[in-house]
């Protein structure tokens, strides 16, 4: 007798869509879960794109009303791809229909409304996750359990980045992440590696951030000649002091000529020091203070490092972005049955969206804010 399925309606069927279907038409094969996904139903925003999205992602299903979707019987688990500032709405509906809700990040356009969100779903006690998949790499997880563990020691600073060059040209259009309601590179992708030094570090308690647009104006859409002011920032540099005593800072940049997938932090302790690359995913790096010894030491990922150990057997093979979405999926499938439990949730989504929102706040006081 197979195994008792979970209908998954996807909302959106671009880029980060094709994404969630890949992770939900893989994960089976990989984890041993308590219920098997059927993609059941995708919607977006026509009818033409939602058949086409369905055909080829494999869904069952498919409408143009997201609404329709949440309110299916066989969907258990919403998965939310659609733009920015639909988020709220379809969480909520889903929230209120008692279903698990996976979002992409950012939870929503404002803190205001990821905290109506996280306190719906809280009351609701329903399963959430938000989409911070890069907190799944293997190396990652190792690196928070180096820090707890005491082995570099007490952390006195971070130093994050993260950078890349889709915005780099002048003549990039606006599109929904240049509106001034969810836009600019320190929400689209500052909010990235703020979750990442939250993860690793812990709570932040005061930012002082400056935001900078670095091209005035860009075009209204691909090919037009017609162009309109730029309203976010395509560059952000922020201060940041932990709640554990350590200080540090973030590089939010959009328009970083020459890189593709700079997510990048080195973390400082007193016995010791860590340092990480997304560019180099498969690889962590420890200075551990040997006497005698100098220089970092590289850590490849294998099977040691769980769940790596699911993709392959074999040390140096290597994991990819994708693999990264399987896992976030796989942590999601077992918390909707009752296995443990996945995050980011939706609190911690708010807590990343409150804490960009302060860098926000502070590069117009032009001073420190307090979370």
Sequence with gaps: MGKQEIGIGLVGSGFMGRCHANAFRAVGGLFDLPLEPKLSILADATEDLAQRGATALGFARSTADWQALVDDPEVGIVAITAPNVLHAPIALAAIAAGKTVYCEKPLSTTAASALEMTEAAEAAGVTTLVGFNFLRNPMIKLAR????????????????????????????????????????????????????????????????????????????????????????????????????GAAGSIEANWAATARTMDLSWEITGTKGALAFSQENMNELLLWSGTAGRSGYTRIESGPAHPPYDAFCPAPGHHL???????????????AHAGQGRCGPDFREAYEVQRTIEAMQESDRMRGWVSL
């Design 145 to 244: 359990e180096i820090i707890a563990s005491g082995e570099i020691g007490e952390v006195t600073g971070f130093r994050g980045r993260h950078a890349e060059n889709y915005m780099a040209s002048p003549d990039a259009p606006h599109s929904f992440r240049t509106d001034p309601a969810g836009g600019g590179a320190l929400a689209d992708i500052g909010s990235h590696i703020t979750s990442m030094a939250r993860f690793l570090i812990g709570p932040i308690t005061q930012v002082q951030a400056d935001c900078r647009t670095i091209f005035p104006t860009r075009p209204v859409s691909p090919g037009s000649t017609e162009r309109a002011p730029v309203k976010v920032d395509d560059m952000t540099h922020a201060l940041l002091r932990f709640e554990n």
């Design 320 to 334: 990819g972005f994708n693999d990264l979405k399987v896992i976030e999926v796989a942590e999601l499938i077992a």
